[in-house]
């Protein structure tokens, strides 16, 4: 299966994703990540309001293989969760850089993020790699 990595996202190599869309930050977990974790069955999520920071841990997604911490991308406040990622983890799996995404930040500071983050070229090689 060829897996996508869209070039519009920054990724961290613990497989995360971020879309900055001004001070908004859409986090989600790439299409690799849930190629080898397969069947999800849990997604644990932050609360709108919570504060998040940059490689600290906000959630965790399990799958029928495994429980993984989900790592922050950005620092900055929750103010959307994906109810029905949570709800239905597969939604995550069927689209997981479309309807999949799990939360929504707003950036502490909008032009100090994303210090450690990938271009989809570089997560691709990284990735391509390890498969």
Do not use: C
Request: aromatic share 6%; charged share 30%; proline share 5%.
């Amino acid at each position: 299966m060829q897996l996508e990595y869209p070039e519009d996202l920054k990724y961290l190599d613990s497989h995360e994703y971020v879309r900055i869309e001004g001070e908004i930050a859409t986090i989600g977990v790439s299409a690799f990540a849930i190629d080898q974790l397969g069947d999800l069955v849990f997604i644990e999520l932050p609360e709108v309001g919570d504060a998040i920071a940059t490689e600290d841990s906000f959630g965790t997604i399990e799958s029928v293989k495994a429980v993984e911490d989900l790592k922050a991308p950005v620092s900055g406040t929750v103010i959307e969760q994906n109810e029905t990622a949570m709800d239905a983890p597969e939604s995550v799996q069927e689209d997981p850089y479309g309807e999949g995404w799990l939360i929504k930040v707003r950036l502490d500071n909008p032009d100090e993020e994303l210090t450690d983050v990938l271009p989809a070229s570089e997560y691709r090689a990284l990735v391509e790699g390890e498969d």
